[in-house]
């Protein structure tokens, strides 16, 4: 296998926690019964099937021949890990509140990482990873505000004298 600079190893990172958050979306959504809240977790999927598809296209031009399959193993063992997290956090008594609070600490991974991204390619300077954190690093800026106030929509809907 090829070994993956600082720069590759992160694209695989930013990959694989795409496709968890599509996992993760999926379950979430499924919790949770507010409608609107329901929606906005449904954009959230369907935007990070967009990031997954860029970022796919992005390892798979000429700048990373050679090293595709390497990048694509850092994003499955990344996906796998974030679905493992995922699944401690949320055991068969999850509810939407729950949902909601993994999905705001993963979307502030995410983006952490794509800012991760973005300060590396500084030095690089390669015009295509530039275009891509351009779009992605505000789109998941903005993933976690609207997990935040969704999760706090949730909550103002809760009973704060209920029993856990």
Not at 29 to 50: F, N, W
């Amino acid at each position: 296998m090829a070994e993956l600079t600082a720069m590759e190893s992160k694209l695989g990172e930013v990959l694989g926690l795409a496709q968890a958050a599509q996992v993760a979306t999926d379950k979430v959504g499924k919790l949770v019964e507010d409608e609107s809240v329901v929606a906005t977790i449904q954009r959230l999927h369907d935007e990070s099937v967009k990031v997954e598809e860029m970022s796919t296209e992005l390892i798979g031009s000429d700048t990373f021949t050679g090293k595709k399959t390497a990048i694509l193993d850092q994003a499955r063992e990344t996906k796998g890990e974030a679905t493992e997290m995922m699944k401690t956090y949320l055991g068969d008594d999850a509810d939407g509140l729950d949902g909601l609070e993994f999905l705001t600490m993963a979307e502030a991974a995410e983006m952490g990482h794509w800012k991760i991204v973005e300060k590396l390619n500084e030095q690089l300077a390669d015009r295509d990873i530039k275009e891509l954190t351009d779009y992605v690093v505000p789109l998941e800026e903005a993933h976690f505000k609207v997990t935040l106030e969704s999760s706090l929509v949730l909550a103002a809907q809760e009973d704060p004298n209920a029993p856990a």
